[in-house]
């Protein structure tokens, strides 16, 4: 397994919070990884969007339900002076490093935890006259039990592309997208194996989208050396055409994603090919062929 030493001697700036920076071979590596999903985006003519760096909790109910183990808050200091001026006066950071706050405003926005939300609620209210795809790349933020670095972060990229439609187009695109990042993968030579997976809910064993995941396998991980999900397909039926009311063909829209995990691809690629950059696969060549196949 590829560790910290030799990661750090290919431009990972490593933080023990879980965070990765990066520069050098591994920073021009992840600018490849991401184009190669840009180009297999294309596939479907996605339209690329932008999002802020936080979410509505107000529109985040049922998620933060789910998984409040993970979930990062966005929380700011109470701006009264009088709270102000406790909070300067104070130790402001102690010795653990822990910030000594006073009272905070309300909390209103969560740090996004997947990508895709912010796609929904762009598109609330829409009535589609045919499927629609988007992709978008957004750092997203989960709170772990522990951190490895490239493998498993609080803060990460994460690309996906998005389909919104009917129940037999957003089908079709997970097949089609499924069979296009095992192209991908075989060229670049990370071989995958699709797994039926459940996302880690809390409290599953009372949670109807734990049984819901696992009686339907509605998500399924490309998954790199019996253990690390390099990315995600996930169908959500219309869940998510309901609570935005977004239709298609006279009813609730169906929406599906896949998603790509950019610093999990960074590990597996250097994991699988070493750590002379000279021997890294032409990401860009690859995601063409797979493309225009």
Known sequence: ???????????????????????????ALADGCDRAFRTIAS??????????????????????RSFPHQVTFAAALDPADANLAGFADGPVVDASGTVALTGTAPVTEVLTPAACHHVYRA???????????????????????????????????????VCLGTAEETASFLDEACTMTDR???????????VAATDTFFRPDRHPGHLLQRIQAVKHEAVYGGSLA??????????FGSAYDITRGGGRASTACLAFGLERWLYALVDRHGLDPAGWPDLDAAAMRAVAR
Not at 49 to 63: D, N, V
Not at 128 to 154: I, N
Not at 230 to 239: F, T
């Open 184 to 194: 991908f993968a075989g060229l670049v030579d990370v071989p995958v194996d699709w």
């Open 230 to 239: 390099l990315g995600s397909a996930n169908l959500h039926h219309d869940h």
């Open 123 to 161: 598109h609330r209210g829409e009535r589609l006259a045919q499927a629609t795809y988007v992709t978008t790349r957004s750092t997203c933020f989960r709170r772990e039990r522990q951190y490895e670095p490239l493998r498993r972060q609080w803060t990460f990229a994460m690309r996906e592309i």
């Open 1 to 27: 397994m590829t560790g910290l030493a030799e990661l750090t001697g290919l431009g990972l700036r490593w933080e023990t919070s879980g965070q990765a920076g990066l520069t050098g071979p591994l920073l």
């Open 43 to 64: 596939r479907w003519h996605a339209q690329e969007e932008a999002y802020p760096m936080t979410l509505p909790a107000a529109s985040l109910g049922g998620h933060l």
